[in-house]
């Protein structure tokens, strides 16, 4: 054995081995979900490389039973009201199995997993082509978007995104994002920002709170 070679302790070891385990037994599993295309049971770790911060349980609970009251005021049952999610995939399941029409847009192929709910698209591919997802534009009454970087480059491109993908002027925008984004989110969009904060299973460093263009608040239960 070379002199200079690292040798780490016996249980140092042991539980360096169980996070390598873990890990590939992690990996295994969404590779598995992928391929069968497990629907609302698909399960994801978060990607940080994509800026990928997954709503702690609490806020996903709490902008589900909002969803389910704006589409109750809408018409009852859901049958016609659609709903997109723009870059926030773990809402997908919380409204999904409350039985309304939803559509996850994301970059993350991995998402695929959930069939023909599942749009990929690009933020980046509006620029030059206006009529970008045109098979979807004009389509939606509800659409949440948690735009992946707090950049005004980003925040212009997903407004751009969203204004298309409204099906008409009565429908309905939220956004939840870093508060650093106001300046420049409430000029490109005819929103102001609400007294709901979403949070993240993970405590991030910018403060998060969310915008619409209706009274968002109305629907949340002491926030």
Partial sequence: MDDDEVKLPADTLAILQEFLAERKQ???DEEQRVINQSGT???FEEDWQLSQFWY??????????????????????????????????????????MKFNVNIF???????????????????????????????NNSYDLIIADPPFLSEECMTKMSKIVMNL????????????GEVVDPWLTILLPIHKCRFH???ERNLGNEFVSYANFNFDQYFDNK
């Fill in 26 to 28: 992690r990996e295994h």
């Fill in 41 to 43: 049971d698909a399960q």
């Fill in 56 to 97: 702690s349980d609490g806020t996903k609970r709490a902008i589900g039973d909002a969803v389910a009251k704006i589409v109750k005021e809408h018409n009852g049952d859901g049958s016609d009201f659609r709903v997109a999610l723009l870059s926030c995939p773990s809402l997908y399941t919380t409204i999904k199995q």
């Fill in 106 to 136: 994301e970059y993350d192929q991995r998402f695929v997993a959930y069939g023909s709910d599942f749009v990929h698209y690009d933020y980046n591919a509006i620029d030059g082509n206006p009529n970008y997802l045109s098979q979807h």
């Fill in 166 to 177: 409204q099906r008409n002027t009565d429908s309905k925008i939220v956004f939840c994002s």
């Fill in 198 to 200: 979403p949070e993240h």
